[in-house]
């Protein structure tokens, strides 16, 4: 399972990631194409900020997704291949129950279509072995995009790297270190 | 991994820097993509602290600054300033060249003269100088300080250098749009001013603005400049060189002259020529000077010098590991170069005190001791040559020839074999009759984004197919030069009949038994000078306005600031001008909407984006058969 990953302490607020989705859901998906099309391209990834740290918003493809079970006419669904939430615009009413439990608050609206707009994970990008246009555009990479699992392991390396950085600084400064008694003495 | 593949001889210094795993621009440029889209668009501002404050394009965020600024405000005034950037280039190039001929004339430049007398009378009579029994000096001086005036005078007049060389009918048209200009620093402070946070806000107002930092471009820039060097060190005659990296030698002293000025890049030359023995007692053979850039460009037109490389080969040129020293002023030199010179022996020697790059040799050029700074830049560079002795060396096969060097004196100097007393006659009535269907000139850069599409070179061939005949400066003129563009055998490989026909008449009048090249080498960037002054005297002629004549711009690779301001200088004057990649205007309805429409019913002229090679030169062509029908022809 893939999945984008967030480094918040890397994000810088620049927006990027909003132009470059909004350009992918473009016609041309060219920026200067793009920004004369009418009606114009809408992202699906949201720049706030919090007391001036910023927080890239998307939708997070949950497992068990509220959006999923409340849809009243089965527009939501879950897709297999890429285990994505995704809309079915055909569908979907644009009644907005989704966005009412979606606990991200990354469903949008798009008034022109009348139906619900939300992130699908750039699916015909990875069909293409490219990553999502978000992560992509990302100049500090604070969005990572790889196997959920690989990524969370690069977290645990970091983690232990930390560890055990500090375990052989003590080590050197002969601080005393509590070791497991592991008997023969 | 690397996604662009360039020309072959650019692509094998490429190849060589990933082999011995040396960074280069490309590496940057692929990290850096993609690219910053308000950057792109000219949306973001910075001019203030509240900011920086970005407009969402697609109209889903922020439409405001913090100040209450549109995006139509925040994108003009940024291109007011990239305007400055480029035209204060230009007018300090210029006046640095004019300060000198001052002091030359007190004394105080030993090491330069007068070199052109014709053209200091040119100018002078020009300038309304009296010149009957008056020395040289005299009338140098003056026409000196009339140049200075340009820089000094706080009344209302205009530029001297725009009466002496704009067409009558253009400043007309400038006066009515009360954009005349009357001294380059003032008009600088002011866009600066009133780009600043509070100030002007009114869109169109700003682009007004931009025109009249092109005037300054054009005018108290390229022109000055232009006149002074002929002065100095002569008008450009036309002589055959050779062009490409190849041009550098495995046994000499390599001395590759990158930036702008010719106060520096003649004086390094002559020092050269006179230092070969020295480098000799070194076991070279000798000392090779080459050209990178403008600097270049102005060498090869007068002197021969070999074109080594564009802006975007300047850095890969030191991968050859032949570079001894690479001699810089200003402008264009990319501060990456010093990391790949401490890869090999190669000495990065900077000349001018507000330009410096951290880890490169600093010589201080000052024109007061020109002869002895020259002498010991070439001797840094003859011992950094005695470091590379019995190393390898990578020059990349393939020189082109060119034939370079067509000021306007020496285009008319082989029209005047035609006909004596009209000399235009014969270009005009070639372009009645078709012959020449129209001209367009190449300038600018080569695009590191672009280059490896072969932009300019799809572009030229487009225009030759269908007899438009090519004039370029710049880099744009190393491009075409090592395309292949510039010596006889282009004529009959990419023209149309009737342009064919035209070059080999001038071929034959000029007496060089071949015909003349299809693309002209018309100078240096400051040498678009030369084109204006070319169009205005054909306008002048025709009695039309230089917006009338079938001719067009194209910047196709543009990189610089520069390339922006004398792009406008060009609207101003009412010439098309085609741009790629796309100019930072383009998150601006009101600024896309003036340059590429209003803009016509204002001065004539019509900026044009056009990325794709093909589409643009149809464009182009298009545009020269309106104007063609609106003459009647
Ligand atoms: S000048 Fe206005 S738009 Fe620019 S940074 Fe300041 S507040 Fe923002």
Redesign the interface.
């Given at each position: 399972m893939k999945r984008v990953f967030l480094d918040l302490s890397r994000c810088t607020g620049c927006r990027s990631c909003e132009i470059a989705c909004a350009v992918q859901h473009s016609k041309s998906q060219n920026l200067f194409e793009a920004i004369f099309e009418t009606p114009p391209p809408r992202k699906r990834t949201y720049v706030e900020a919090i007391e001036g740290i910023p927080y890239p918003a998307r939708c997070m493809h949950c497992a068990e997704a509220p959006c999923v079970e409340i849809c009243p006419v089965g527009a939501m669904y879950r897709e297999d291949q890429f285990e994505t939430v995704r809309v079915n615009k055909d569908r979907c009413m644009g009644c907005l129950m989704c966005a009412m439990v979606c606990p991200n608050g990354v469903i949008g609206f798009d008034p022109d279509r009348k139906v619900a707009i939300k992130c699908g994970l750039c699916r015909s990008r990875l069909k293409e072995g490219m990553v999502p246009a978000c992560v992509e555009s990302c100049p500090t990479e604070a969005l990572r995009f790889g196997e959920f699992e690989e990524l969370e392991r690069q977290r645990r390396l970091q983690s232990a790297r930390v560890v055990i950085a500090a375990l052989r600084t003590a080590e050197q400064a002969s601080l005393p270190i509590y070791k497991e008694n592991t008997g023969g003495e | 991994m690397l996604q662009r593949r360039y020309d072959n001889i650019t692509q094998s210094l490429f190849d060589r820097a990933q082999t011995l795993g040396i960074e280069t621009g490309l590496d940057r440029l692929e990290r850096q993509e993609?690219q910053?889209?308000?950057g792109?668009?000219g949306s973001c501002c910075r001019m203030c602290y509240m900011g920086p404050c970005?407009i969402?394009?697609?109209?889903?965020?922020s439409q405001r600054g913090v100040c209450g600024a549109t995006v139509d405000t925040i994108v003009c005034r940024n291109l007011l300033r990239e305007e400055v950037g480029g035209a204060a280039s230009h007018a300090g190039h210029a006046r640095h060249v004019m300060l000198t001929f001052k002091k030359m004339l007190e004394g105080r430049a030993p090491g330069y003269k007068i070199t052109d007398r014709e053209k200091l009378m040119e100018v002078a009579r020009g300038l309304g100088i009296e010149t009957e029994g008056r020395s040289d000096e005299e009338i140098a001086l003056e026409v000196a300080d009339k140049a200075l005036e340009d820089f000094t005078r706080q009344d209302d007049g205009i530029l001297n250098w725009m009466r002496l060389r704009a067409p009558e009918k253009a400043i007309k048209k400038w006066e009515k749009l009360g954009i005349l200009v009357s001294n380059a620093h003032n008009e600088i402070e002011e866009a600066m001013h009133r780009t600043s946070m509070g100030n002007d806000a009114d869109p169109v107002n700003l682009l007004l603005g931009a025109l009249r930092i092109g005037l300054v471009d054009g005018y108290a820039g390229l022109h000055i400049a232009t006149d002074f060097q002929d002065i100095m060190f002569g008008t450009p005659r036309v002589r055959k060189i050779e062009a490409s990296p190849g041009v550098l030698e495995p046994n000499m002293v390599n001395i590759a002259m990158h930036g702008h000025n010719p106060l520096l890049s003649e004086k390094i030359l002559e020092r050269a020529g006179r230092l070969s023995d020295e480098a000799r007692a070194q076991g070279a053979e000798g000392i090779n000077v080459v050209g990178v850039c403008c600097t270049g460009n102005e060498l090869t037109m007068r002197h021969n010098v070999p074109m080594a490389a564009h802006n975007l080969q300047s850095e890969l040129l030191l991968l050859t590991g032949a570079v001894d020293a690479m001699v810089v002023d200003v402008q264009c030199i990319w501060p990456g170069s010093q990391r790949i010179a401490e890869c090999f022996h190669t000495k990065v020697i900077t000349t001018e005190p507000f330009v410096k790059i951290p880890g490169a040799t600093h010589i201080a050029f000052e024109p007061e001791e020109a002869d002895q700074k020259a002498e010991l830049i070439v001797k840094e560079a003859i011992e950094a040559f005695t470091r590379r002795k019995g190393r390898d060396v990578f020059i990349p096969e393939g020189k082109t020839t060119a034939l370079v060097g067509f000021s306007v004196e020496a285009i008319i100097d082989v029209l005047k074999k035609i006909n004596p007393e009209d000399p235009l006659m014969p270009v005009i009535d070639n372009i009645k009759s078709g012959n020449i269907f129209g001209a367009v000139g190449f300038a600018g850069c080569p695009s590191i984004k672009l280059r490896h599409t072969g932009m300019t070179e799809k572009m030229v061939r487009e225009m030759l197919k269908n007899n438009i005949l090519v004039v370029t400066t710049g880099c744009t003129a190393h491009i075409c030069a090592q395309a292949g563009f510039m010596n006889t055998d282009a004529t009959e490989k990419y023209c149309g009949e009737g342009l064919k026909a035209v070059l080999s008449a001038l071929g034959d009048a000029a007496g060089l038994g071949a015909p003349l090249p299809p693309v002209w080498h018309m100078g240096s960037c400051v040498d678009n000078s030369r084109i204006a002054s070319l169009l205005g005297a054909l306008a002048d002629r025709l009695g039309v306005d230089v917006s009338d004549l079938p001719v067009a711009g194209s910047a196709p690779e543009l990189v610089q600031e520069k390339a922006i301001s004398i792009g406008t200088w060009l609207l101003a004057l009412g010439l098309l001008v085609h741009i790629a990649p796309?100019p930072r205007i383009?998150?601006s309805p009101v600024a896309v909407k003036v340059l590429t429409e209003g803009l016509r019913d204002l001065t004539g002229g019509r900026a044009y984006v056009e990325l794709d090679p093909q589409k643009a030169s149809e464009g182009i062509i298009e545009h020269i058969r309106e104007r063609r029908k609106a003459l009647g022809i």
């Open positions: - | 993609p910053c889209a308000f792109q668009l970005r969402d394009p697609f109209g889903n965020g796309h383009m998150g």
